[in-house]
């Protein structure tokens, strides 16, 4: 079983950072790509970054120039840096990591976090 926990989150003015992490655990013998979501009320949930195990990314065109997705391998962790945030990117953030649980079998699981709430606001 793999667990994924979200942090970071929380209240920041327009214009200001926000830092999420995404730490995983349990059985884990590697992970392959790393993705951030993100879910307004009355919206449906929808794709901001993602980061592959050779480090590549993809952003939304909405956090582009904004938002950088990281990883460290090491910690089994990764990162969203939100920087000038908006009152629009206010969302219950997720990460969704896929997930090699054992060396002899390399099907990958998808994993979700509980997500963790960012608000901007004045």
């Known amino acids: 079983q793999v667990h994924l926990v979200e942090s970071g989150g929380g209240l920041v003015q327009p214009g200001g950072s926000l830092r999420l992490s995404c730490a995983a655990s349990?059985?884990?013998?590697?992970?392959?790509?790393v993705a951030w979501y993100r879910q307004a009320p009355g919206n449906q949930r929808e794709l901001v970054a993602t980061?592959?195990?050779?480090?590549?990314?993809n952003y939304a065109d909405s956090v582009k120039g904004r938002f950088t997705i990281s990883r460290d391998n090491a910690k089994n962790t990764a990162y969203l840096q939100m920087n000038s945030l908006k009152p629009e990117d206010t969302a219950v953030y997720y990460c969704n990591a896929e997930v090699v649980t054992r060396p002899w079998d390399l099907r990958a699981w998808n994993y979700w976090g509980q997500g963790t709430q960012v608000t901007v606001s004045s």
């Open positions: 980061i592959m195990t050779n480090g590549n990314t």
């Open positions: 349990g059985t884990i013998f590697r992970i392959n790509a």
